[in-house]
């Protein structure tokens, strides 16, 4: 079976905090996505970074950057010098496109409140 | 590029009442669209998937003759909740697929059901 853990439920920091959301998965299959999305109070949900399991690489993009680890089926997600605007529900999620037809299986998300 | 639209943004509607919500993609063709519900301070839970052309999947717990999916076209998915009820009030967004690794959300539809 396929899972999603994230098990931070609220995060608090301070403005120019850095910040790092945990993500642990589980899944049987080897080939499979790993997401981050970003949920602000509107709702809509904003796509940051799509991960496949054969590319173990960090990627950092601004302020943000992953940590993708195999060997501990972890997809970490850190915010550096964090501001006001971060300030949202977290997601980090898991495909297996061929197994799956695609479905998503979402963690609990992590609130995250940046405080000026 | 790619973009998904939900309409409506929400409803109001009366308890006992149908509500119908669409699902289109605007500049892509999707054969797969996803359905998926979030309640207030939680995760976003897969109802079902829907592929043109032919009956939706259910995922378990989710009755299908509550939640009617259809999806006649490459570009548009509905989702009508029959007879709905205060239970059902929730955050709906759906999901299309242009590709099996790819997936990108409608805005949501938030349902009040008084």
């Known amino acids: 079976a396929q899972k999603v853990t994230q098990a931070q439920t609220e995060i608090s920091v301070v403005e120019k905090e850095d910040v790092t959301l945990d993500c642990v998965y589980e899944t049987r299959d080897t080939t499979y996505y790993l997401f981050w999305y970003k949920q602000p109070p509107s709702g809509e949900l904003v796509f940051l970074i799509r991960r496949n399991s054969f590319d173990e690489q960090n990627e950092i993009s601004g302020r943000y950057s992953w940590n993708f680890q195999k060997s501990t089926s972890s997809f970490n997600f850190t915010i550096t010098a964090s501001q006001v605007v971060d300030s949202a529900v977290y997601f980090c999620?898991?495909?297996?496109?061929?197994?799956?037809?695609?479905?998503?299986?979402f963690g609990q998300g992590t609130e995250l409140s940046v405080k000026p | 590029g790619a973009v998904v639209s939900q309409h409506p943004s929400w409803v109001i509607c009366k308890s006992g009442t149908s509500v119908k919500i669409e699902c289109r993609s605007l500049?892509?063709?999707?054969?797969?669209m996803f359905w998926y519900r979030q309640f207030p301070k939680q995760s976003l839970m897969l109802m079902a998937t829907?592929?043109?052309?032919?009956?939706?999947?259910?995922e378990q717990g989710v009755e299908k003759d509550k939640f009617l999916i259809n999806h006649a076209s490459l570009t548009l998915s509905t989702l009508t909740v029959t007879s709905a009820h205060p239970e059902d009030s929730s955050f709906y967004i759906c999901s299309a697929t242009p590709t099996a690794d790819t997936q990108y959300f409608g805005p949501g539809t938030r349902l009040t059901v008084l």
């Open positions: 500049d892509f063709q999707a054969t797969t």
């Open positions: 999620a898991l495909s297996a496109p061929y197994n799956q037809g695609g479905k998503l299986i």
């Open positions: 829907s592929n043109e052309g032919s009956k939706a999947t259910y």
